[in-house]
């Protein structure tokens, strides 16, 4: 990870679990991290934690619903920091509402955390690498199996509408991809699809149906490997499971 010292990386999520955990790492790397969330305590004490590493966690509140909030967090970043060399879309949510009894602004705001934030963030994330000259940077997309392939038989509790915006997330990444292909840009598109993580998201029920589970590290970890290739070398996708999982 010699080759992102010093750069920086934005970790949108960063307040808990597999954002967290790559916060964590890449700021112990001696990385200069921007960690986002919607709510920003936990990432403020993290700053506080990780004083000591070889990088440094700038934390910022930003709700992804909301495109001033997004737009505010790019001029910080380019007032501040100059650029960002990594852009790492995390962040998701999941509700317990299905087709039928789910409201539409239910609907809505998993859309807007899950699809239509992220796209804006990575939208205004190339728009600063291309002004600053940044032609080797890297778009990492956090999606999920349950968003990779149909028939759907996810055993786990996520509703229908987070299952499509990681469909959508799936399409995205690869429209992306081409796009960047036919501009003969060099930044990377990474799609890392985990199965069940044990996260906020998942301890109730996980407490309720016990099974095996990846650790956020797990998927970090694979983060961390794709991050490491050679700039002429790109991992599309990754898929990471608990063994016997049968998605």
């Known amino acids: 990870m010699e080759r992102w010292s010093n750069k920086v990386a934005l970790i949108t999520g960063a307040n808990s679990g597999i954002g967290r955990c790559l916060t964590e790492c890449l700021v112990g790397k001696g990385m200069t991290v921007v960690g986002i ?26 709700d992804l619903c909301n495109q001033n ?5 790019m001029e910080w970043i380019e007032k501040n920091l100059g650029a960002i060399n ?8 999941n509700m317990d509402v299905t087709m039928h009894t789910g409201e539409m602004d239910d609907l809505r705001k998993i ?16 728009k600063l690498m291309k ?11 956090i999606n999920d199996v349950c968003g990779l392939k149909v028939p759907i038989t996810c055993d786990r509790p ?12 799936t399409a995205l990444t690869e429209c992306l991809r081409s796009e960047l292909a036919q501009l003969e840009s060099n930044i990377k598109v990474i799609s890392i699809s985990p199965g069940l993580v044990e996260t906020e998201m998942t301890t109730q029920w996980l407490r309720e149906n016990p099974r095996l589970a990846l650790k956020p ?6 983060v961390l490997f794709a991050l490491q ?8 996708d990754l898929t990471v499971t608990p063994i016997r999982e049968t998605m």
């Open 37 to 62: 969330a919607r709510r920003v305590d936990k990432i403020k004490a993290l700053a506080e934690e990780l004083k000591s590493k070889p990088g440094k966690l700038f934390p910022l509140q930003c």
């Open 69 to 73: 909030d997004i737009m505010r967090t």
């Open 86 to 93: 990594i852009l790492i879309n995390n962040a998701a949510i």
């Open 111 to 126: 859309f807007d955390v899950n699809f239509l934030g992220l796209t804006c963030m990575t939208k205004e994330a190339l």
């Open 131 to 141: 002004k600053k000259g940044i032609n080797n940077g890297v778009i990492v997309n």
């Open 158 to 169: 996520v509703s229908p509408a987070y299952i499509c915006s990681k469909f959508a997330l």
């Open 217 to 222: 590290k797990d998927v970090s970890d694979c």
């Open 229 to 236: 290739t050679p700039d002429t070398v790109l991992i599309k």
